[in-house]
């Protein structure tokens, strides 16, 4: 029969990697649990390097944590059934409908707890999410403030160096890596992969945590 045998030391190592490489950048990033079902030894292993806020597509695996001191986000879609826990057990979610942002407004306002929403909009790409033409309907009825760089011409915003206001008659996505053509970029970054620059990095990173050991 076959067998999975998971490296925790692996996991471990690998996780402290990647939180040092990305705290270097200025990085934030959540561990998605989905692909190991929530696993307990897991999250304990990357709990021990500073790691207390994870991710996942399935209420059951978020439920599996009785750690006070975690914090989980949900990114998957849910079920109507599983939105009292979404509120109960997650402190954020992504969502893509609006009534089932209603819903979750109100459970939160029941449980008397804040309930962040990361709303996905479709643009047009036939996926999932708020369709475009519904944005300005939930922004007028959630009170959604509109970001100050909207009426300056940001139309599409990313990362500072990769974005620009458009101009008159431009599509609205066209003030988005308008430099693309001139340099192996992405988001105003140099490509370290291409230059050898992540691999450096990484070693470098690499005899730092084997000279702590």
Same mark, same amino acid.
């Not at 402190?91 to 979750?104: A, D, F, G, M, V």
């Given at each position: 029969?076959?067998?999975?045998?998971?490296? &925790?030391?692996? !996991?471990?190592?690998?996780?402290?990697?990647? #939180?040092?490489?990305?705290?270097?950048?200025? !990085?934030?990033?959540?561990?998605?649990?989905?692909?190991?079902?929530?696993?307990?030894?897991?999250?304990?292993?990357?709990? %021990?390097?500073?790691? +207390?806020?994870?991710? %996942?597509?399935?209420?059951?695996?978020?439920?599996?944590?009785?750690? +006070?001191?975690?914090?989980?986000?949900? !990114?998957? +879609?849910?079920?109507?059934?599983? &939105?009292?826990?979404?509120?109960?057990?997650?402190? !954020?979610? /992504?969502?893509?409908?609006?009534? +089932? /942002?209603?819903?979750?407004?109100?459970?939160?306002?029941?449980?008397?707890?804040?309930?962040? /929403?990361?709303?996905?909009?479709?643009?047009?790409?036939?996926?999932?999410?708020? &369709?475009?033409?519904?944005?300005?309907?939930?922004?007028?009825? #959630?009170?959604?403030?509109?970001?100050?760089?909207?009426?300056?011409?940001?139309?599409?915003?990313?990362?500072?160096?990769?974005?620009?206001?458009?101009?008159?008659?431009?599509?609205?996505?066209?003030?988005?890596?308008?430099? $693309?053509? $001139?340099?192996?970029?992405?988001?105003?970054? #140099?490509?370290?992969?291409?230059?050898?620059?992540?691999?450096?990095?990484?070693?470098?990173?690499?005899?730092? /945590?084997?000279? #702590?050991?």
């Amino acid at each position: 029969m076959a067998q999975l045998q998971i490296n &925790l030391s692996k !996991i471990k190592y690998n996780g402290h990697v990647l #939180n040092a490489l990305c705290s270097q950048n200025n !990085i934030c990033f959540t561990p998605v649990t989905k692909c190991v079902a929530g696993d307990s030894k897991i999250i304990e292993v990357l709990k %021990d390097i500073g790691m +207390t806020h994870f991710a %996942d597509a399935r209420i059951d695996n978020i439920t599996k944590s009785k750690d +006070t001191n975690l914090s989980f986000a949900m !990114i998957g +879609t849910t079920n109507q059934y599983e &939105l009292e826990d979404v509120v109960r057990y997650t402190n !954020i979610s /992504i969502q893509t409908e609006i009534e +089932t /942002i209603r819903q979750l407004n109100n459970l939160a306002g029941k449980q008397q707890v804040k309930h962040q /929403i990361l709303l996905m909009v479709d643009w047009k790409d036939a996926r999932e999410g708020i &369709l475009t033409y519904d944005v300005i309907d939930y922004i007028k009825e #959630n009170d959604v403030p509109e970001h100050p760089l909207y009426a300056k011409g940001y139309t599409s915003i990313g990362c500072a160096p990769c974005s620009r206001p458009i101009q008159n008659g431009e599509n609205n996505r066209s003030g988005r890596w308008w430099w $693309e053509d $001139e340099a192996p970029k992405e988001c105003g970054m #140099n490509c370290t992969i291409s230059t050898g620059n992540f691999e450096r990095e990484a070693e470098q990173i690499f005899a730092e /945590i084997r000279a #702590n050991q």
